[in-house]
């Protein structure tokens, strides 16, 4: 993340995402809610545009499409790669089975006032709670993806995940990274997050907090929404 006011920018800009993005959506997705998976995207078909009947046929394709996400035809089957490699572990299995998954936490943060939102990939009731975050990345050993967790700020996300569920429960869950790899063979790895990125974390999160809004008491509220 680079700062509170980038994001703000940014929800004043129209946003189109990259195909590394909607990929990962598509992963995501296959995963964790594959009854819907084909309602939701279609994988594209493979005509020419440049000519008379490629145009004719793309524009059939178009009103099939009828408002889902269009993935190329080779990131459509990377998705369901990645789907399989999941599901063949016995244990990712038994964690979507007994799972809460794609379930919303709601709070107003008590120093500012601000309305606050966590959605966690999948979420396990058992003692303190385990949040279980999905990544997709090219490479999922262990020094590799935790320069990744550094880059796209998974550190700051993580926080922001556990301190939700914190707040709203009253114990403070694990939290673990499902790493995907893109490519085959679709390994995955699975790390538990430790303190010391849960604590650099929370501290950007919170400077971001502290710069970008002014302090406001509030008593706060919560609640949680699943879906």
């Known amino acids: 993340i680079r700062g509170m006011n980038h994001f703000l920018c940014s929800q004043k800009t129209p946003f189109s995402p990259t195909r590394d993005m909607t990929l990962g959506s598509a992963i995501h997705d296959a995963i964790l809610l594959p009854d819907s998976f084909e309602s939701d995207y279609l994988q594209m078909i493979d ?5 008379k009947d490629g145009k004719s ?31 063949r572990s016995p244990f990712l299995s038994e964690v979507w089975k007994r799972g809460k998954k794609e379930i919303s936490f709601f709070w107003t943060d008590s120093s500012t006032g601000i309305p606050c939102k966590s959605r966690k990939d999948l979420f396990l009731e058992d003692d303190n709670g ?20 550094k880059k796209s700020s998974y550190d700051l996300q993580a926080a922001w995940y556990v301190d939700a569920v914190e707040l709203i429960k009253g114990k403070r869950p694990d939290h673990f ?3 995907i790899e893109k490519e085959p063979p679709y390994e995955i790895a699975v790390y538990p997050t430790g303190k010391g990125i849960l604590e650099l974390g929370r501290q950007i999160y919170k400077s971001e907090f502290s710069k970008s809004f002014p302090p406001k008491r509030d008593e706060g509220s919560c609640r949680i929404d699943k879906g």
């Open 57 to 87: 046929q793309w524009a059939l394709f178009e009103e099939k499409a009828n408002g889902r996400t269009i993935l190329p035809h080779d990131d459509y089957e990377i998705a369901l790669h990645c789907r399989d490699s999941f599901f």
């Open 130 to 149: 385990i949040v279980f975050e999905m990544k997709s990345c090219q490479d999922a050993r262990i020094h590799q993806f935790r320069s990744t967790v």
């Open 177 to 179: 990274f499902i790493a």
């Open 47 to 51: 005509v020419d545009r440049r000519t």
